[in-house]
């Protein structure tokens, strides 16, 4: 989840399998800012708070609510 918002939910607002979101969130691959873009549109929170998030993932800190 992030921000409140489910990998199948963010997967049907951005029109991509639920497999793609989850490797994008995982934090192991690296996400283009363009696509961080689309995300951010999707939840409704700004670029830099999505690429805190993954950043976050990624370094296995706590992540923001």
Do not use: F, N
């Given at each position: 989840?992030?921000?409140?918002?489910?990998?199948?939910?963010?997967?049907?607002?951005?029109?991509?399998?639920?497999?793609?979101?989850?490797?994008?969130?995982?934090?192991?691959?690296?996400?283009?800012?363009?696509?961080?873009?689309?995300?951010?549109?999707?939840?409704?929170?700004?670029?830099?708070?999505?690429?805190?998030?993954?950043?976050?993932?990624?370094s296995?800190?706590?992540?923001?609510?």
């Amino acid at each position: 989840m992030i921000y409140g918002h489910t990998q199948v939910d963010i997967a049907e607002k951005l029109g991509i399998h639920k497999s793609a979101v989850c490797r994008m969130l995982s934090g192991a691959h690296a996400v283009r800012q363009s696509t961080v873009k689309r995300l951010a549109e999707a939840i409704g929170r700004s670029e830099y708070e999505v690429q805190l998030w993954i950043l976050c993932k990624r370094s296995g800190q706590t992540l923001p609510q």
